[in-house]
């Protein structure tokens, strides 16, 4: 199972699963309070949402929900036994995205082939309270971060992350064509670096060379003031300036 941990920052909350210990970051405000208490994790046929229901940084609730927000299964964390149990599942006012005016809506992606429907829409990625991203799984198994930069409901960038952290980042340029703008990689502290392009400027730039000191104009001598003035002088013959 993947777990996304992009979000607005809140704070990070420990999620069980199947006995092994995993730490993410909120992606999610659920019950519409400004705070993102919950990882969202994007399935085949909807959500998982592990959700911090005390503040206290571990997931209490999970909750398996389809596309169109109904809550489908439920399971409660015990922490002294470390397991889930069922119960009944309850669902949530106005549906899952009660918190988030657009959230579960689907996006519309320009193609070559013509526009297809991406979604649902549950991220926010610039922490305005209105969901812009979808976050799918490529068939290669890459995740790839799909948002509405202008909020007119089409896609203007894609971000793609494979497996091993090296991320590339496009732009819708029209007619369905996407232009490569950005790559980089995660690195192991979880931070994104762009990759670094060099600048052509000269030689030195390339070679790492110094470069070549350049021959100095000779200075005339101070003390012969009449070689600046009157008839030009008449080269020597004789080897006095070899």
Known sequence: MYI???????????VTVDGEEYTAEANYDLDGD????????????????????NADGRADLMQSLSNDGQVLDQARFHADTGEWTAE???QHPGGAGDGRPD??????????????QVGPVTE?????????????????????LVTDVDGDGSADQVVEITQTGDVTISHHTGNG???????????????YAPNEIASATDDATWT???????????????GLPAMCEGEPSRPAKDDSWV
């Open 4 to 14: 996304e941990e992009t979000g607005a920052g809140d704070g990070d909350i420990k």
């Open 177 to 191: 064509e996407w232009t490569v703008v950005e790559q980089g990689q995660i690195g192991d502290n979880g931070q």
């Open 124 to 144: 926010d990625t610039n922490s305005d309270g209105i969901a812009d991203t979808a976050v799918v799984q490529s068939d290669n198994g890459n995740t790839v």
């Open 88 to 90: 009944a599942p309850h």
């Open 208 to 222: 790492f060379d110094e470069p070549k000191p350049q021959p100095k104009a000779p200075v005339a001598d101070p």
């Open 34 to 53: 400004g705070l993102d208490e919950t990882v969202a994790v994007m399935t085949d046929d909807g959500h998982v949402a592990y959700i911090d229901e």
């Open 103 to 116: 959230d579960g809506k689907p996006m519309v992606m320009g193609t070559p082939q013509g526009d297809v």
